[in-house]
């Protein structure tokens, strides 16, 4: 089975410094499914998913792989080409709603202005689309926040809005990247059941980046643990939890603490499991060889 | 209300640095040594006749009479009278102001015009080698002054390629059907455009010898503000949408670092106009700053005093119109 999104042998380095920081990454997400993407801080979470949106850092170079989004290879089509293919078939989630709307736009242009200069739509019909999601995502008196600066709203209401912007267009499938740690932890859970809603009621795919395994659990079908950029576990959630195969993934669900005992205390993931994982990790590196040249 | 409020304050402080100026620039002439007496008789006057045109013109009381006078006659909008011209000071510099002004702001628009076009292309060309010759450009820029960019445009466009006007604002020969000093205005507004055509071509070296400065000043700080924001979460999430670099720098990135330009732009400018008294020397353009070097030769202290008022009443003007633009651009301030 294909799925609207096919990430197969992905690996990407530092230009400067040969640092592999993804190594060959798999990960496939079927239409309408939602997978999590953990792993611990520097893991190479975002990167995959700034990887699958194009927006890679212009340091970081793919070395080999494919990113096939509905079928297309992102890597293989001209760079105008594949911005225009990733803006109709994909949307971002950002983790920080303060800093994910540009502050001299009002709302409105900033929800329609793909729409309309990627998708071709007229302006009156991007317009009452904007004003449709708004709704979709709760945000009271549509109309008036459409005029307004991001300055003037709190940071539940711009996620909320940036949430409702990425699922103007239908896109198939989304990259949420962390889109709730910058928030209050009363508004987290908000957030997440809008965006578990939102993507059930769209059937969209959903590549979710998280440290908490807590949302994985609710939110997920599949899980891909990321260790230094190399996928040491694809499962489904109801296996991981039940049975975590890697000593990682074992480490890493026994340092989250059980929601049903919240005075459980953080446990850090063993040294040992640590350095195996390292060892691992540098046996790759030492079977890898680069298969041809950088692309796009 | 906020905006109401700046104003009011600012004109305030303007008010306060006039008096300031007027007070050390009173001062400063009349300790320099250089009689204006002397320059007006001829040699051999008798010490009468130099102490009977002292007491005409009120050189014989103390700095401080003299200040009090002088100043309790600016506020009936008096000036005095040049003493080389004998005419009244406040017509003789508002006579020049449009001269100088028409060609200040040329070289605004020119220096904004090279230094947003260059800040631009040195951002979406960021890394490669063109960005390095933008660079380059920007420090030659810097680091040569306005006189010696009009110097070497001279021997350009005046010696080597003489396609433009090298002296003077508008040729001798031509019958000017001007009501107003505002000669570029005018002209355009009248559709006289082969008025125009002439002014232009004796403006555009001093203006661009004014400008190249101010461009390259622009251009580095635009291009350094642009650079940052180009890799903001916003402009991130823009190219996420499917929109292209040049677009991303043009409306997300560009309306942020234009603001914080601004200011220091506005600071510059008033460096601008300041140049211009050397520059209309060099081109011989009728302007403010020409007068100032001939009453500055002449110590025509009256004179000297009025045009120095008006550079100070400009610089101040300058900085309250970036201040209530930058006020006016900020979405955060707008809606305070
Ligand atoms: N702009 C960049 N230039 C160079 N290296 C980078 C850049 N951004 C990230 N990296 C490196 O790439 C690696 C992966 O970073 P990434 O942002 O994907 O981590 P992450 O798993 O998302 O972590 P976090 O949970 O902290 O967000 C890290 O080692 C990081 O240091
Ligand atoms: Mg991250």
């Known amino acids: ?296 | 209300m906020l905006l109401l409020r700046l104003t009011l304050s600012r004109l305030l402080t303007t008010l306060i640095t006039l008096v300031g100026v007027a007070v050390i620039v009173f001062v400063v002439i009349r300790v320099v040594p250089g009689n204006p007496i002397a320059m007006m008789l001829p040699p051999g006057a008798s010490a009468a006749d130099i102490d009977r045109l002292k007491a005409l013109y009120g050189l014989d009381k103390s700095i401080a009479e003299q200040f009090l006078i002088w100043f309790g006659n600016v506020l009936h909008g008096d000036f005095g009278t040049s003493i080389t011209t004998r005419q009244p000071v406040l017509s003789l510099v508002l006579d020049r102001l449009p001269a100088t002004l028409e060609l200040s702001i040329m070289a605004l628009v020119i220096a904004v015009i090279i230094g947003v076009t260059l800040a631009i292309l040195g951002t979406r060309l960021r890394g490669r080698k063109a960005e390095a010759g933008i660079d380059v450009a920007n420090g030659i820029g810097l680091s040569v002054p306005d006189f010696l960019w009009g110097l070497a445009l001279i021997l350009l466009f005046g010696v080597i390629w003489p396609v433009f006007q090298i002296s003077g604002r508008v040729s001798p020969r031509l019958e000017l059907p001007f009501t107003s000093q505002f000669y570029l205005f005018e002209s355009i507004v009248r559709l006289r455009f082969d008025l125009t055509a002439d002014l232009l071509s004796h403006m555009f070296m001093p203006a661009l010898a004014l400008a190249l400065p101010l461009a390259a000043i622009i251009s580095q700080l635009l291009k350094q503000s642009l650079k940052e924001t180009v890799n903001l979460d916003y402009s991130v999430l823009a190219r996420t949408k499917g929109y292209s670099e040049t677009r991303v720098i043009l409306s997300e990135a560009l309306p942020n670092s234009i603001l914080p330009t601004l200011t220091l732009v506005g600071v510059q400018f008033t460096f601008l106009i300041g140049g211009t008294i050397i520059v209309e020397r060099l081109f011989s353009y009728e302007g403010l700053g020409n007068m100032a070097i001939d009453a500055v030769i002449n110590r025509d202290l009256p004179l000297i005093q009025g045009i120095v008022i008006l550079f100070a009443i400009l610089f101040t003007f300058v900085n309250l119109a970036v201040d209530m633009t930058y006020a006016f651009l900020n979405p955060k301030l707008r809606h305070a």
């Open chain 1, 1 to 296: 089975m294909s799925g609207f999104l096919e990430i197969r042998g992905l690996s990407a380095r530092l230009a400067g410094t040969g640092q592999r920081l993804l190594r060959s990454v798999d990960i496939s997400l079927p239409a309408g499914s939602v997978r999590g993407l953990v792993g611990e801080s520097g893991a190479g979470k975002s990167m995959i998913g700034k990887a699958v949106l194009g927006v890679l850092p212009k340091a970081v170079e793919i070395v080999e792989g494919e990113i096939l989004l509905d079928e297309q290879d992102l890597l293989k089509v001209p760079p105008a080409e594949r911005r225009r293919l990733i803006g109709a078939k994909a949307a971002l989630i950002p983790q920080d709603p303060l800093t994910a709307l540009n502050p001299s736009r009002r709302i409105g242009p900033q929800i329609t202005d793909r729409l309309v200069d990627i998708l071709g739509w007229e302006k009156a019909r991007a317009a009452s689309r904007a004003l449709e999601v708004l709704v979709e995502v709760s945000i009271p008196e549509p109309e008036r926040v459409m005029r307004l600066y991001p300055h003037e709203l709190s940071g539940g209401m711009r996620q909320r809005i940036l949430i409702a912007s990425a699922f103007a267009a239908e896109p198939k499938l989304i990259v949420a990247d962390e889109p709730t740690t910058a928030l209050d932890v009363t508004v987290q859970k908000q957030i997440l059941k809008l965006i578990s809603q939102l993507q059930a009621r769209h059937g969209t795919a959903l590549l979710f980046v998280t440290h908490d395994l807590g949302v994985v659990s609710k939110v997920c079908d599949t899980l891909s643990v990321l260790y230094a950029g190399k996928v040491v576990e694809d499962t489904t959630v109801q296996r991981f939890f039940a049975a975590p195969q890697h000593p990682y993934s074992q480490a890493l669900l026994a340092a989250t603490p059980r929601h049903t005992d919240p005075a459980a205390s953080l446990q850090p993931v063993p040294q040992a499991v640590i350095d195996a994982a390292m060892a691992e990790v540098a046996a790759d590196d030492a079977a890898w060889r680069p298969q041809g040249g950088a692309h796009g």
